[in-house]
């Protein structure tokens, strides 16, 4: 995990899910947090886009 912290400051792991297990077989998912949508799209290069 390059750039992000493992542990949080009350000292437990965040769950970890690997990219695999949101996409399956698809290259974009959408994401309801309370009333707004966000679409995670994976790109050509792998790289992970969140757009609202």
């Given at each position: 995990?390059?750039g ?28 309801r ?20």
């Open positions: 995990m390059s992000i912290a493992p542990i949080r400051a009350d000292g437990k792991m965040p769950p970890i899910l690997e990219s695999r297990q949101l996409f399956g077989n698809t290259r974009e998912v959408l994401i947090h309370g009333t707004e949508t966000y679409r995670l799209r994976q790109t050509q290069a792998g790289k992970l886009i969140l757009t609202k």
